[in-house]
C-alpha cells in the first residue's frame, strides 16, 4: 500500500509518500510572500501553490525512491481551506488518480492533525481526548478511532492561533507572530501581567474578549509611555502566552474529568509552542495523565498527516471519485 497524499489547504504546498504505515517522504514548500501583508492572502496562495506542487510531488517520489506506477492510491485535502488553495490541490489529484486509474481519497484536514499522532511512537490509546489548536481551528476533539471523532468543544469565535498572531501584530511583531511570542516568552515573566480569562459554557472557548482586553491594555499603556513595548516586550509576550496557555488547559481539564479519559494529545499548528508543550507535559503529570506530543514536523500544515489518515481510509475501502470537489468549510 503506497499512497502520495498532497496537502494545499493554505499557505503550505507539501507532498508525502506513506508506504505500508511507514513515512517514506514528507516534502514541504512555505510560502515567504505572505510576511510582507502581514496574512495570508488567498489569491496569492493560490498561485504559489500552483509554482510548488509539480517540484513538491516530484521531489517526494525521488526521496522516497518510488516511481509514480508503484502508488497505490492518491490522497489529499478536502477541506476545510482556503478555496483557491484547495482547488490547486485536488484538481491535481484527481488529474494523478485519472492518468493513473488508480482510487482517490478525501481527507479532512482537522482529523488529519488529530491522526498525525499514529505517524510514529508512542501512539495513542482510543479512546482519547485531542486539542485541536491552529490559526483557523481550536477544538477539543474525543477520539474513539482512527475514523471516529467527536468534537466535544470547539471556539465561539477567533482561533487561539488568531489570537496568538493579532496579539504579535499589536505588539509591532512581524508575520507568523506566534512563533516569535512563543520566543521572547522564554525570557520574561508570565505573571508580570494578568489578562482576563472570560468564560465559556461546557467546554467551548472564546479568544475576540481577550484580544480585545490585549489592544486596550497597550493603548493605555502607551499613552503613559511611548516606548512601554519595547521595555516590556518580553514579560508582555509571556504573559499573554501564559493566558491563552491557560483558557487551553482549564477547557481540557474539564474535558478528561467529564468523560473520564486520560489519554490526552494535542494537534495542529499551535502544538508546536513550547510553552503549551511544556505547561500541558507538566499538568499531565499533575492528573496522572498520558500525553502525546507530535513532533514539531508534524504540528504544523504537512501532507504525512493526510497519508496518515488516508491509509486508515484506504483499509476500510473508503474511497471518493471524480466528482468531488472542495469544500472550504468541511466539518468533521
Not at 500500500?1 to 516534502?27: Q, Y
Not at 490547486?88 to 494523478?96: C, D, E, I, N, T
Not at 481527507?107 to 505517524?119: G, P
Not at 481539564?253 to 505547561?279: C, F, Q, W
Request: proline share 6%; with cysteine; glycine share 8%.
Amino acid at each position: 500500500m503506497n499512497i502520495l497524499a498532497i496537502e494545499s489547504s493554505c499557505d503550505e504546498t507539501s507532498a508525502a509518500v506513506l508506504a505500508n504505515g511507514h513515512m517514506l517522504s514528507n516534502v514541504i514548500a512555505t510560502q515567504l510572500i505572505h510576511e510582507q501583508y502581514g496574512g495570508v492572502v488567498p489569491e496569492l496562495a493560490s498561485r504559489a501553490h500552483q509554482q510548488h506542487i509539480l517540484p513538491v510531488v516530484e521531489r517526494a517520489l525521488a526521496d522516497a525512491n518510488l516511481p509514480k506506477n508503484a502508488l497505490s492510491a492518491i490522497a489529499f485535502t478536502r477541506g476545510p481551506g482556503l478555496l483557491g488553495s484547495l482547488l490547486v490541490g485536488a484538481s491535481f489529484a484527481k488529474a494523478l488518480a485519472l492518468g493513473l486509474n488508480i482510487p482517490l481519497i478525501e481527507v479532512n484536514h482537522m482529523q488529519a492533525h488529530v491522526l498525525a499522532h499514529f505517524i510514529e511512537d508512542p501512539k495513542p490509546v482510543f479512546p482519547f481526548l485531542c486539542l485541536t489548536v491552529s490559526g483557523g481551528h481550536t477544538q477539543l476533539v474525543r477520539v474513539d478511532s482512527p475514523l471516529t471523532m467527536t468534537i466535544i468543544g470547539q471556539t465561539m469565535d477567533d482561533a487561539v492561533g488568531e489570537a496568538f498572531d493579532k496579539s504579535a501584530k499589536l505588539l509591532g511583531l512581524p508575520y507568523p507572530g506566534g512563533p516569535l511570542i512563543d520566543k521572547y516568552a522564554k525570557e520574561g515573566d508570565p505573571l508580570k501581567f494578568r489578562f482576563p480569562m472570560g468564560e465559556m459554557p461546557n467546554l467551548d472557548f472564546s479568544f475576540s474578549g481577550i484580544k480585545t482586553a490585549i489592544l486596550y491594555f497597550l493603548r493605555d499603556n502607551k499613552k503613559i509611555n511611548p516606548d512601554f513595548v519595547s521595555q516590556n516586550l518580553p514579560d508582555i509576550c509571556a504573559s499573554i502566552q501564559h493566558t491563552l496557555i491557560q483558557m487551553l488547559l482549564t477547557k481540557l481539564k474539564r474535558a478528561a474529568r467529564e468523560t473520564g479519559i486520560r489519554d490526552i494529545a494535542i494537534a495542529g499548528g499551535v502544538s508546536a509552542n513550547s510553552g503549551l508543550r511544556t505547561a500541558l507535559t507538566q499538568l499531565g503529570a499533575a492528573q496522572g495523565w498520558s500525553i502525546y506530543i507530535p513532533s514539531f514536523d508534524y504540528c504544523t500544515d504537512n501532507a504525512a498527516m493526510i497519508a496518515m489518515a488516508a491509509q486508515f481510509k484506504y483499509e476500510q475501502g473508503d474511497f471518493t471519485d471524480q466528482t468531488i470537489s472542495p469544500l472550504p468549510r468541511m466539518s468533521f
